[in-house]
């Protein structure tokens, strides 16, 4: 195929040998499977700030340090240098959280490095050596459900004992290799600790794997893991390992269980319409 712009500048630098089809495609970036020597993995290449919306992105922004007093006023000033210079800032956020999460021991592809502006990373596969689906496409046994659904409330555990939360997690953004659940896609990683927003988040991210598990394994929807673990984070008390039950006491006096139900299932709408806009979107970009 004809190579992609963004991507020359790997081959002409030895990175990799070259690009064998598209992989998929949204509204921040293109990915590639590609060849690197004997190894097939994919790049992640970046779409311009043009195409994509900042306004967007100030909730998840939040707490996020930039390298340098320079750049801090230039993004406050939101002049043209401070774009870009933000515009870099959020590439690199997924970069740091990969290799941060990886050696967390989170479930995530390997990254094997970041040039010109491209991820190049594993390419998660399934057990016949296919790419690996993502688990908003795939039917689950009960059983399965409740193993995928143990497997990422740890990986959840273990982003926010680093002080990170996914901030888009779905089961859009989960692929099934043949270990199980990877999570993949963090440019819009956030700060646990210096995010006003961040509760919330993390419980938008549990309760969208929770709703659609809970699809084929019913009970998880009378699960409150997201709640458990922000409970223990607060508390200094989370670790990895931590044990969770899924069980939490609500204080009556100021939450509304039914609004709480309301939003899961809102949320499994909200990762449906999600995932009709990127099908329109790769429909688009064919």
Not at 143 to 169: K, N, S
Not at 208 to 237: H, I, K, Q, V
Request: aromatic share 8%; hydrophobic share 40%.
């Amino acid at each position: 195929m004809k190579t992609p712009q963004g991507l020359q500048a790997l081959i002409d630098d030895g990175v990799i040998d070259e690009v064998m089809r598209p992989l998929k495609s949204g509204k921040e970036a293109a990915v590639y499977v590609v060849r690197s020597g004997d190894d097939v993995r994919c790049a992640k290449v970046y779409k311009d700030m043009a195409q994509r919306s900042f306004q967007q992105r100030v909730q998840y922004q939040e707490g996020r340090k930039v390298r340098g007093s320079r750049e801090a006023r230039a993004v406050g000033k939101a002049s043209k240098y401070g774009r870009k210079q933000q515009e870099t800032a959020w590439k690199n956020t997924e970069v740091d959280a990969l290799y941060q999460l990886r050696d967390a021991g989170v479930r995530v592809p390997e990254p094997y490095g970041y040039y010109h502006g491209v991820l190049v990373m594993e390419l998660v596969t399934d057990a016949d050596g296919f790419s690996a689906a993502r688990l908003g496409e795939v039917e689950l046994a009960p059983d399965q459900a409740r193993e995928f659904h143990q497997t990422l409330v740890r990986q959840v555990v273990r982003m926010l004992c680093c002080g990170l939360i996914h901030g888009d997690l779905s089961p859009y953004n989960v692929l099934v290799g043949p270990d199980g659940p990877v999570v993949i896609d963090f440019p819009q990683v956030v700060s646990a600790g210096g995010n006003n927003a961040a509760r919330s988040m993390l419980l938008r991210d549990v309760n969208n794997l929770t709703a659609y598990l809970g699809r084929f394994a019913p009970e998880l929807l009378d699960s409150w893991y997201g709640e458990e673990m922000w409970a223990l984070f607060e508390a200094g008390e989370l670790l990895p390992d931590s044990a969770l039950t899924g069980t939490f006491v609500h204080d009556e006096s100021t939450i509304d269980l039914d609004s709480v139900r309301h939003a899961i299932n809102d949320a499994r709408e909200e990762a449906l319409i999600r995932q009709q806009g990127r099908e329109a979107a790769e429909e688009e970009d064919a």
